[in-house]
RNA sequence: GUGGCUAUGGUGAAGCGGUCAACACGGCGGAUUGUGGCUCCGUUAUUGCGUGGGUUCGAUCCCCACUAGUCACCCCA
């Protein structure tokens, strides 16, 4: 146990870092571009923010909260999705007086106690992004362009785009009813899964693998018959904005999101090769959340991306990049006094922002060239015996084996005009 | 939470109910005196094959439980 994470988590190692540096920074240049402000919220919340904001009946609150009690008997959630907690924040500072629209992003941990598979951890990270204040399907178009933008241009390939309204309110009740009516005198034929759906969700049951429930969902109304007026033309105007910018997208009717606080749109990305885990961004309109969380009605629309399943996508399409972390320069030194006069070196290196390494242990020079090679590293630099005796070191261009011998004088202007030179 | 599959050294991966548990990569050292990348040699490693039980004269190979991973369901990123 003292040597094992805990289930569902994992390490990211120091030989993997860079294709999460890779992938962040391609999402803080994007979301500079779309004018999106990153900000932090807290990794845990009070309990209460995560059951009002996503919906007491919903598998994310009722099945895979980390729920605790903090010392001061205070209920205490580690957040399982960041939306309620950005809202929250833009509540608390008050941040509607910045003007009509805010646009925020984030990049970070969300924790759900779910059974681990591949591409579904209990700690995982996400990007995400909220905009908040505007009702215009136009702002709907940028957040799906912001996500099929940064797909594209992280170069993934047969991605899929689905579309759907799940109406507001005003609608969306009367469907539901229209669609329990005709599930009512089959619902002793329906399995047990969509039995409890027909209470809880459903519009679910239109999406069943079973394949009696497909049969019996045959001819059942679909929720694009019953949108209200408000929600249909938004839903058509967002369809002819992305028409419009080129963005492919597929229409769904039976796309529902899995947390209560969305209306009008919603949408996902889809990588299929990805299996059960396919759904690498998904997000919606939830108009309903501010002001169920106390503030002004005010209507938003965001979306969050698994950032494990955005990589592992990224992998089975061979576009994650490789690593590089050669170094500059290794230096070589052979006997106590020559150490003393490299560790001088190599901080005089450093300081001139070249990348700079040595050997602590007093190994061989053929174990200390082997390392030099190993790391990558341009030059290797040898002081000896014999270079102390003469006030020179050697400069071994690793590339093409030539060395020459430079006086210590003139040994950090030199390696820099080397280095530099390539 | 439900069901299926899997579990050997740092990594990939052979193997059999009973001689030191292959092989490859890696690590370390070496191939004439202070020099890398190729090649060659040596060496290293699993507290005995995930953990704990059981069957057996004897199990890494058989059985059970647990743990973990994986796939599907649920749901979701």
């Not at 003007?99 to 759900?112: A, C, E």
């Not at 820099?416 to 390539?422: D, Y």
Request: net charge neutral.
């Amino acid at each position: 146990m003292l040597t094992t994470v805990p289930r569902g988590t994992k390490d990211i190692l120091p030989d993997t870092i860079h294709e999460w540096l890779y992938l962040e920074n391609k999402i803080r240049t994007l979301c500079a571009l779309y004018g999106f402000n990153e900000i932090r919220t807290p990794i845990f919340e009070h309990t209460e923010l995560f059951m009002r904001g996503i919906g007491e009946t919903t598998d994310v609150v009722e099945k895979e909260m980390y729920t605790f009690p903090d010392r001061g008997g205070r209920s205490i959630t580690l957040r399982p999705e960041n939306t309620a907690s950005v809202v929250r924040a833009y509540l608390q500072n008050k941040l509607y007086a910045n003007g009509s629209i805010n646009k925020f992003f984030y990049i970070g941990s969300m924790f759900r106690y779910d059974k681990p598979q591949a591409g579904r951890y209990r700690e995982f990270h996400q990007f995400g992004v909220e905009a908040i204040g505007e009702q215009s399907p136009l702002i709907d178009a940028e957040v799906i362009s912001l996500g099929d933008a940064l797909l594209k241009g992280l170069g993934l390939k047969d991605i899929l785009l689905k579309i759907n309204s799940v109406g507001c309110p005003k609608c969306r009740p009367v469907y539901r009813e229209k669609l329990q009516a005709f599930f009512k005198d089959k619902f002793a034929e329906l399995c047990k899964d969509c039995q409890s759906r027909y209470t809880r969700n459903p519009l679910r049951i239109l999406d069943c693998k079973n394949p009696h429930c497909k049969e019996l969902a045959e001819g059942a109304p679909e929720i694009t018959d019953y949108l209200c007026d408000d929600c249909a033309s938004h839903f058509s105007e967002l369809q002819e904005s992305l028409t419009n910018l080129g963005i492919d997208f597929v229409l769904d009717s039976h796309l529902v999101r899995g947390l209560d606080y969305y209306t009008k749109t919603a949408f996902e990305f889809k990588y299929l090769p990805l299996g059960a885990q396919s759904a690498i961004l998904g997000g919606g309109r939830y108009d309903g959340l501010i002001e169920e969380c106390g503030g002004d009605s005010t209507p938003a629309v965001g979306f969050a991306t698994g950032l494990e399943r955005v990589l592992l996508a990224l992998e089975t399409q061979k576009l994650l990049p490789v690593q590089n972390s050669a170094c500059d320069v290794f230096i070589i030194a052979l006997g106590k006094k020559a150490e003393q006069a490299a560790i001088k070196i190599l901080q005089q290196l450093r300081s001139n922002n070249l990348s700079a390494l040595m050997d602590y242990a007093g190994r061989s020079m053929k174990s200390q060239m082997k390392q030099a090679n190993k790391n990558g590293a341009k030059y290797a630099v040898i002081i000896g015996d014999n270079e102390l005796a003469t006030a020179n070191a050697i400069v071994r261009n690793m590339k093409d084996s030539e060395q020459m011998a430079v006086p210590f004088a003139a040994l950090i202007d030199k390696i820099i005009f080397e280095v530099n030179k390539q």
